[in-house]
């Protein structure tokens, strides 16, 4: 599949803002199965410095310093990105979690891919013994990795209710354990704090999945929006596997990839510091197109 993609965010402030600094992880990154055709960044107003980079985990980044006083950001990514993934492998052929656990932890690479930055907790996803005992009624022993990760998938989708207003950024998982309600993030925290408390790599990953509207109606702009799964490491032969408890589908051509790391504070969209008094509001539209 080939998708142009589109995200348009806009912060209007009550109050003039005469300087912001942000970062920014908005443009997809390619790697296996996605391939980046083109990619660019708009911003209003036109920021005095911009440096574009790769951060650790081999993700676009872009830092701007904003000094002309402004009572509104805008900052518009379009991209064309080719999605080509391989097909998963069968769940019950992978092996069994407690050997995907040593080999992960006698692990020696440090590199951004290595499974051995992914096992521990980190900033958003503290250890929940909670959330391990959740996660652990569906690892038996001896049981396949994907197909133990694929059951706990399926049972946080159906036991957890998708609520916007249930949640905020800042939410702490615990809470939204115990509350069995909130948003993509918050599923996917729940799901790595689980795989993690059992010794398995997981890593956060923030993207786009395509929707499809209804039969016969017409897909409306900007309805789409970002979107949030897991990544679990299932073994040196199989790699990296992409799970998504919101859905409960393995990660195909319908996800599209923007970055990779520990946890929402790695990957997060957009964040910085923005000097002046006031409120702001904060729009989001999003826009994942097929062209083939």
């Keep these: 599949m080939i998708y142009d993609v589109r995200h348009i965010t806009t912060y209007g402030y009550s109050r003039m803002v005469p300087f912001a600094r942000c970062i920014l992880r908005l443009q997809p990154r390619s790697d296996g199965g996605q391939t980046v055709a083109s990619s660019e960044l708009i911003i209003t107003p036109r920021p005095a410095e911009r440096v574009d980079g790769i951060c650790f985990f081999g993700n676009p980044m872009t830092t701007l310093t904003i000094s002309k ?12 990105v080719e999605v080509n993934r391989p097909p998963p492998p069968f769940p019950g052929l992978t092996r069994h979690w407690e050997e995907v656990c040593a080999l992960a932890l006698a692990s ?4 951004p891919e290595s499974p051995a930055h992914h096992l521990y907790p980190s900033r958003l996803v503290p250890p929940v013994p909670a959330v391990t005992d959740y996660a652990r009624a569906s690892f038996p022993p001896l049981r ?30 615990e809470e939204a354990f115990r509350n069995r309600h909130g948003v993509c993030q918050d599923f996917a925290h729940v799901m790595i704090a689980g795989l993690r408390g059992l010794g398995l790599p997981a890593a956060y990953v923030s993207g786009y999945i395509r929707t499809i509207p209804p039969p016969g109606e017409k897909r409306l702009e900007g309805a789409d929006a970002s979107h949030a799964w897991v ?24 996800h599209i990839v923007t970055a990779f790391g520990r946890d929402y504070a790695d990957v997060s969209p957009l964040d910085g510091v923005v000097v002046g008094p006031g409120s702001q509001k904060i729009g989001i539209a999003v826009d994942v197109i097929p062209v083939i």
């Design 231 to 254: 990544m679990l490491w299932c073994g040196p032969e199989t790699g990296w596997i992409g799970l998504d408890p919101t859905n409960d589908l393995i990660v195909a051509d319908d």
């Design 108 to 111: 020696d690479s440090l590199a």
């Design 69 to 80: 006083p402004h009572r509104e950001l805008r900052v518009e990514m379009r991209a064309r």
């Design 144 to 173: 396949p990795v994907l197909e133990a990760a694929s059951e706990l998938m399926a049972r946080i989708r159906r036991d957890f209710t998708y609520d916007p207003d249930a949640t905020e950024v800042s939410t702490p998982l």
